[in-house]
Nanobody
Framework: QVQLVESGGGLVQAGDSLRLSCVVS????????MGWFRQAPGKEREFVAG????????YYADSVKGRFITSRDNAKSTVYLQMNSLKPEDTAVYYC???????????????????WGQGTQVTVSS
């Protein structure tokens, strides 16, 4: 059984940085595409960033491009989301997600992902 556990959320001020981590257990981490999604109150869950199985390709939503960086450490079965220059509109519950695929491409819709973490709250005050 594949399990994903996020950590690193919290309350910060606008302009601050946070790093989220997601540890995966119960599967072969190096064969999974990893994605980060977020969901703000009253809004749909949206794609934030993704990284392919090897870490060679990353993708970002336009709203976070240039501010967020995702990376992975396959030896530690962990994916990261470094969030810089945070804005109040980044406030949301952040989820990591995974699906099995050893290709360069990263899918960006929730229905493509098979495994999900429980989420971690990020709150950015102005």
């Amino acid at each position: 059984q594949v399990q994903l556990v996020e950590s690193g959320g919290g309350l910060v001020q606008a302009g601050d940085s946070l790093r989220l981590s997601c540890v995966v257990s119960g599967g072969t981490f190096s064969t999974y595409v990893m994605g980060w999604f977020r969901q703000a109150p009253g809004k749909e869950r949206e794609f934030v960033a993704g990284i392919n199985y090897s870490g060679g390709n990353t993708y970002y939503a336009d709203s976070v491009k240039g501010r967020f960086i995702t990376s992975r450490d396959n030896a530690k079965s962990t994916v990261y989301l470094q969030m810089n220059s945070l804005k109040p509109e980044d406030t949301a519950v952040y989820y990591c997600a995974a699906y099995y695929r050893t290709s360069a491409y990263v899918r960006r819709t929730t229905r493509e992902y098979d495994y999900w973490g429980q989420g971690t709250q990020v709150t950015v005050s102005s």
